[in-house]
């Protein structure tokens, strides 16, 4: 279904993507790149950078890669953001873009396989992987954190530890930084800054903005002070935590460096309080434009002491503040802020009473760009936002008036999780979103019943049949109360009801209940309506499963043909019928079965990928279909595919996943015997 690797024929001139200029103000670090450098060029070899944020892991990084590029034209160098699943898969699709991977246009999930058979293949070359912030949701000093980065190098002579800079390492960098020389306040302040590669070039770029030696002598004072009144409470990141005396120091210089930029540039001081809230990695451009406070009509410090008294030059100096902004936040969005400086940031805040203020920004920015209704059609824009979203489910607390946008954004983000087989986000989710609606509108309101009925779908894909059947009945009877048999909502709720006494065997109620959705559906949406087709898939399953075959088969074609009109033949929705249709037609071993299966499942895995729940019930239909031809090998080999899906899209522990191997289990003797 995917090129092979032999069905490569050429591949470009190697070249990399590293997105980091080569720092003209580098300073060697001691032996760590000599040491990173023995390791690389073995084969298959690997090295780990690991230390504390802020003492320069991604520095030393940029300057291997780049001497990498210039010793050896002929490697191709990759760099891979890590920090969460939808950077890396972006990452994966920027390198078979690179190489110029066929088939990386018609496959998502599969496209990281056709990048590791091509990373595999020794007639491609030599390559690079720098893979950045892979340690994002670990604490890297812990003995969990050391843990997992040997399960990722394999060797503990692999990992590399990364201290604070020497004091002679520290000095030139200082020296290489400055415009001008500090003489004898220049190791007082190393001192101060504690030799941390980041707190000396905040500090350097405050001071090259001072002019006399003594405003150098009152900057060094107040980091003293600062870090001699600062207490460090219990709400502070545990990447901050987890070294006080390097947090100190960045908290520190941060703090005189962040009102210096409010003082002169407030709009870019109200960009990085917006940005503090995101996820640092992969924050989109056109989120910026929610950050403005009123900064349209302001001028910044430095322009506010002029008086524009045309209409054109003030339209004009508006105009070129947008510039600026935008072509800030393409900067900011390549460099990523540094996770201590976003906690120093949000630190700032929170003692200055505007905490709440910028965490209600962020929130009402991700409720305003996050798909209203997440439809296959816009599920391209939902990875890129979906980091940012998930950071919503922390333990902050929030402002009345934050609760709902956030409870809005996080059901919209939980349909796209469920959508894309991410079920235990979608849970985590959904649950704060229905306690938000309960808490603030009451458990009967229509929104707060339609958040239970999300819950109560994810509970279903979870395999908790019983628990998801307990919510949704209580769910169906409050709608029939509230809004009637025949409204959507509960139609809607009906809908889920059958799909869970389905999956219990309850057939009878499956169809009793499939004949009240497809009736109501028809009569309230029309019959060519897209949910009302969903009812009659459905309902061709339960007359399915109770033999009931003479209505089976005009009941799934309908529903087939009605979302082909509708969606057209590749939409997901559309597969999703077709391959009910083929499971049908299998059942009863009727021809065009197979050959509708094998288009479902093909088209399934260039759309939404291998491990897809949809995808997965295909293969388990096709091998089904193999294993009733007596192709054994490929029915247990599809079966044993599935299996491994379930296990990391539903969980080991889930119901279908025992059926699953008990099928292997009894074909194996077939497989022998045949």
Same mark, same amino acid.
């Given at each position: ?57 991604? /520095?030393? &990084? ?20 890590? &920090?969460? #699943? ?24 599969? +496209? ?7 990373? %595999? ?110 207490? +460090? ?19 520190? #210089? ?129 990875? #890129? ?9 922390? %333990? ?5 008036? /934050? ?111 499939? /004949? ?72 009863? /071993? ?85």
């Amino acid at each position: 279904m995917y090129p092979t690797i032999d069905t490569i024929r050429e591949t470009p001139k190697p070249y990399s993507n590293i997105p980091f200029r080569q720092d003209q103000a580098f300073v060697d670090r001691g032996d760590i790149l000599t040491y990173v450098e023995q390791r690389c060029s073995q084969p298959a070899g690997r090295a780990a950078l690991v230390g504390l944020g802020g003492v320069g892991k991604s /520095q030393l &990084a940029i300057e291997y890669a780049h001497r990498v590029r210039k010793q050896s034209p002929e490697t191709w160098i990759f760099w891979v953001y890590a &920090a969460t #699943t939808a950077r890396i898969e972006a990452a994966y699709k920027s390198i078979a873009n690179m190489v110029e991977l066929p088939g990386r246009q018609e496959t998502s999930t599969g +496209l990281m396989q056709l990048v590791y058979d091509w990373l %595999s293949r020794e007639a491609n070359g030599k390559w690079l992987i720098v893979v950045d912030n892979a340690d994002d949701e670990m604490t890297m000093d812990s003995q969990n954190g050391r843990d997992v980065v040997k399960k990722l190098v394999g060797y503990p002579g692999d990992i590399i530890d990364v201290l604070e800079m020497t004091q002679q390492e520290a000095n030139k960098l200082l020296e290489k930084k400055l415009l001008k020389q500090l003489d004898t306040l220049g190791p007082q302040l190393l001192d101060a800054l504690d030799y941390i590669p980041l707190t000396i070039t905040q500090a350097v770029a405050y001071i090259n903005d001072l002019h006399s030696r003594d405003l150098v002598l009152q900057y060094l004072e107040e980091i003293q002070t600062i870090r001699g009144k600062m207490s +460090l409470d219990e709400n502070i990141s545990p990447d901050v935590r987890r070294d006080e005396c390097s947090s100190n120091s960045v908290f520190a #210089t941060w703090q005189i460096s962040f009102e210096h930029i409010r003082a002169k540039r407030p709009s870019a001081a109200d960009l990085l309080s917006f940005m503090s809230f995101f996820h640092r990695q992969g924050i989109p451009e056109f989120m910026f434009h929610h950050y403005e406070d009123k900064n349209e009509d302001e001028q910044d410090g430095a322009d506010e002491k002029e008086e524009n008294t045309n209409a054109e030059e003030q339209s004009k100096s508006s105009h070129q503040r947008k510039r600026n902004s935008n072509a800030c936040t393409t900067s900011l969005d390549q460099s990523r802020p540094d996770i201590l400086v976003q906690s120093a940031t949000r630190m700032w805040l929170k003692s200055s009473n505007l905490e709440g203020k910028w965490s209600e920004k962020s929130i009402e920015a991700m409720a305003r760009e996050f798909p209203a209704k997440v439809e296959y059609e816009n599920w391209s824009i939902c990875p #890129t936002l979906f980091p940012h979203v998930q950071s919503l489910t922390g %333990s902050n607390p929030l402002a009345q008036r /934050q609760i709902l946008p956030r409870a809005k954004v996080l059901t919209e983000a939980a349909w796209y999780a469920l959508k894309q087989g991410l079920f235990v986000q979608a849970e985590a989710m959904i649950r704060i979103s229905v306690h938000d609606h309960a808490k603030e509108l009451g458990d009967e309101d229509q929104i707060t019943l339609k958040s239970n009925n999300l819950l109560a779908i994810i509970l279903r894909l979870h395999g908790k049949y019983e628990a998801a059947g307990r919510l949704n009945w209580h769910v169906l009877a409050k709608m029939e109360r509230l809004l009637g048999k025949e409204h959507p909502d509960t139609l809607t709720s009906v809908e889920n009801l059958i799909t869970i006494q389905f999956e219990l065997g309850k057939y009878d109620e499956a169809e009793n209940l499939g /004949q009240q959705a497809v009736a109501g559906r028809e009569k309230i949406l029309g019959k060519e309506h897209f949910d009302t087709l969903l009812s009659v898939s459905n309902l061709a399953l339960t007359l399915f499963e109770l033999g009931r075959y003479n209505e089976v088969e005009n009941l799934g074609q309908r529903a087939v043909t009605g979302r082909e009109t509708l969606l057209g033949k590749e939409h997901p929705n559309t597969l999703k019928s077709l391959a009910n249709l083929g499971y049908i037609l299998c059942k009863q /071993q009727k021809s065009g079965a197979e050959e509708m299966i094998h288009r479902a499942l093909e088209a399934q895995e260039k759309a939404l990928g291998k491990e897809h729940p949809n995808t997965l019930w295909s293969a388990e239909n096709l091998a089904y279909i193999l294993e009733q031809h007596r192709h054994y090998d490929e029915s247990i080999n599809l079966y044993k595919r599935v299996c491994d899906g379930v296990d990391r899209v539903y969980g080991a522990s889930h119901p279908r996943n025992r059926v699953y191997r008990e099928r292997v289990a009894n074909l194996l003797p077939s497989r022998t015997n045949n």
